[in-house]
């Protein structure tokens, strides 16, 4: 019988408390950023097992993220004091996936039914209708499809609820039996798409009251976290298990802030938010107004921000922090985009060697291509980073397609890259054309190109394959002429052309096929950088190597997206640009909905922050492979006054010409053209700080990934060095410091 209270609670102040003993019926906190909804969510977890209002497997808690999960779990640990085991903690897809697992023999899988990943989705989705038959696959890419039917998933309707009114004109007006052939031989296949764990849940609730009750007699408390952000079929299998027979049985636990919604492009439905008290009757509402994240000026910056969009439920946000004096928030003009990562990696720099830990510092970027600039400044520097919720640029799919292009175009021997390729885009290659390939390449020994440029000629394989695959091969020589007289950079995209490659996303209309060719424009951009397509090559290889494993401590690298709910000493808002952040889609639809969402990603971005925040936008920026002119975000304008410190760019002009004067005239012509590709790019000096060292033969040397060694040889920017622990290797000399041993 405790007469005190327990420590868990006393660390609440009196709203979080409210919140977090408001046990019974339903009920809504509506906060802001850094208010303490997660921590009260977690401790009204705990606080239901300590209690012993609820058994751990009584409780059903949602998070946005595995991530979010796994920490909710460790603190209800800790505040239990053991293990907590048999929790229904996780992601709407965890936890629909354990549930159909239950269940699965009612929509007729087998309990170990498989879950399919996009590549299989995709690959499932192309057999699917070239089945159905008749489709032009040019006009009609799988990714449309799939985009049509993941809509149709997040809003909960299986083939039979499509009303004429939902159905799409994909096709002419066929998604809708693609759909349902789709799902049959998903059945038949034993598997499921990551839709597919809600929707068929969702259809078992609804259909069958026996199995509902079951639930609804097991889970007595709900918990979800970031409430906003829900999409249809989420928030109607929540209702579902929510709206219990039992009035005194609807515990629903919801957090979020509409200010935080950003994620209605996957089909996130703000209203969610808006309607709960009408979905739950009775709901009581509470307001959290402490933010204990971040200083005053982080706040101010975020709240003057956020108060531009209209029609916000509206909340106050107060410093909360015992220590919330703090410096004001930077806006730092740049040049160009090279400065920009050279700046986020100096301060980065100069702040590790006061002592803060890497993963104190968080990049987060609007866009994805964006990271590669980063990145790539980061592994100059010898700094770990990490990039969280997205693969690395070059582990991409699309950045791997290009770079398999790239590779046959250098050595055509490489088997690998081949098979990649060779159908994509589909050339009608099915597997009896590949297996006659690899038939031909086994029998006379020779590398599957070759094999495929000598079966383009014969009339081995059909008429279509044969007519695709002959195109393709008399490009490779073509294009392998234009690398020898025009240059790599010009021979990358007339093959991304020509090939059909680029075509293949233009014509795709899932939401990521825009992200795919910005990411091959960059490609092609960091391609400008190095002088041979060899030393790109390698270049990549290198930094594909970099281990990934070896250190805990590393730069946070994420879109904004991917932030949402995490925090950070220092974070870094790069590229406040106008068509970049605002995007330029956001810009192009016109209207005030998307720049709102827009600006509710800023203000996550800004909020993540707990002491420090650097907003940035350069003058100059390389898109689509040239220079551009870019206008500083109108957000930048938005922030208020006195809560900014703005750092000009006339300052970090003067001192670029007084470093590097040399490195300045050489880049005046950026602006209007991209470098001729005969002339030494200036940037690609600029990137290598190792050169400024004069490293020599037989010096000791530091490499990122092989360690300490000794210079044996210098070639250009190649270095032979026989490292202590791997021995001799050829490595590019920016990844090489001086030993500090
Ligand atoms: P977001 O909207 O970004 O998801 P949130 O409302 O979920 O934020 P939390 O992440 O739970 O906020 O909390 C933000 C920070 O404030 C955390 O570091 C948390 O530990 C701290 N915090 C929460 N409540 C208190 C409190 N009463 N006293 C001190 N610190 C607190
Ligand atoms: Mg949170």
Redesign the pocket.
Known sequence: QPTTQPDYLA???PE?RLAVETLDGPLLVL??????????LTTRFAHLLMTGRARPWQVLAVTFTNKAAREMRERVATILGQPADGLWLGTFHALCARMLRRHAEIVGLKSNFTILDTDDQMRLLKQIMEAAGGIDSKRWPAQGLMAVIQRWKDRGLTPARITPAEDSDYANNRARSLYEAYQRRLIELNAADFGDLLLHVTEILRTRADILAEYHRSFRYILVD?YQDTNLVQYLWLRLLAQNEDPNQRNICC?G?DD?SIYSWRGAEIENILRFEKDFPGARIVR?E?N??STKPILAAAAGLIARNAGRLGKTLRP?RKDAEGENVRVVSLWDSVEEARMVGERIEQAQRKGHPLSEFAILVRANAQTRSFEERLITLGLPYRVVGGLKFYERAEIRDAMAYLRILHQPADDLAFERIVNTPKRGLGDSGMRTLHQAARAENIPLALAAERIAETDTLKPKPRAALRELMRGFVRWRQVNEKEGHVVAAETMLDESGYREMWKLDRSPEAPGRLENLRELERALGDYQTLAGFLDHVALVMETDENAEAERVQLMTLHAA??L?FDTVFLPGWEEGLFPSQRSLDEGGDKALEEERRLAYVGI??ARRTAIISHAANRQIYGNWTSSIPSRFLDELPEDAITREGQSTSRANRMADTPSVFLGSQGLLARRPRLTEVNPWDQRERPARDTALTKGERVFHQKFGYGTITDIDEDRLDITFDHSGPKRVLDRFVSKASE
């Open positions: 660390r609440l102040n979080q906060a802001g950023a850094g208010t303490g909804k997660t921590s009260v970031e957090v802030d935080q959290l402490s204990y994240r909360g949402k709910g925090e909020t993540r």
